[in-house]
């Protein structure tokens, strides 16, 4: 667990986001005047404390009343770096939560129990899980929920936003610089809430277009027969009814969009590496797996665990 949350503060200071590095200077200023205001309380009361507990005991300490330069100091400084931090942060967040508008958003983001669904509009394209955005453009993201409260948080990229059911929330995103930014739901939302974790890949313009139009186009043909195999199986088992694969019969969406399945480097909410090992194992018993997952046990016969790896390993 403490390694989960120094992951998760660490990139705060490292801010990746036009946004976050507006939220990482408000942080450093309380984090000065904190220190400062600390550093003054240790000072006077290890002050206070030698010198009176060198002195022989004595009656009560003279008292000092009607000091009204200490009373000012003592009530005015406080208050004034309250007025501060308030503006401050008003400041901060008009910078980081501009109003959007009659803005369409440019990515719509919706979270389940327990995987992440990612939505371009514009394109046919939807992912999951490994959500791919381009550095340097100003995004508008929409932030739903398709069961339960969830909540989107990347340290390294901003802020975090709830994930209401019935509800949008939106979050303005600008990625200064390419690279993989690891986040994790921060709402507590059921069994596997701890590895429902966010894996964004920030790409350049050039790049990023590339990926779009890769992704954007149907699934590709199993190569071989034992994937054929895994492909009729797949299409005529309860698999394509909550698993979609676009150029395919199988249209469901209760589970994750399996389009390209096989080009993800993570797979289960990057809870382990996509490798034919960890595909099967998954496919023998979900259960043992990712406890509370909602994909049920299905008897397969090692014959067909083999061809469905086979087949989803292909799905690039």
Sequence with gaps: MDCILLNNIAPIFDAASTQAAHIRQLTVEFIIAASAILLLV???????SIKYYSKPRQDEPKQITGNRTLEIWMV??????????????????????????????????????WFWEATYPGTTLITANEIHLPVGKKLLMQLNAADVIHDWWVPALGGKMDMIPGMNNYLWLTINRPGIYEGACSEFCGQQHAWMRIRVIAQSPEDYAIWLSREAAGAHLPQDTLA???????????CSSCHRVKGTTAAGITGPDLTHFGSRQTMLTGMMENDSANVSQWLIDPQAVKPGAHMPR?????????????YLEQLK
Excluded: C
């Excluded at 240790?42 to 206070?48: P, S």
């Design 298 to 310: 299905f008897i397969f016969a090692k014959d067909s665990i083999r061809a469905l790896t086979a």
């Design 228 to 238: 054929r195999a895994g492909a009729v199986l797949f299409m005529e088992s309860t």
């Design 42 to 48: 240790v000072i006077l009361t290890g002050f206070i």
């Design 76 to 113: 005015g400084v406080p208050l004034a770096l309250v007025i501060l931090f308030f503006f401050r942060s008003l400041a901060t967040m008009n910078a980081v939560l501009p109003d959007r508008g009659s803005q369409p958003p440019d990515i719509i983001i919706t979270g389940h129990q």
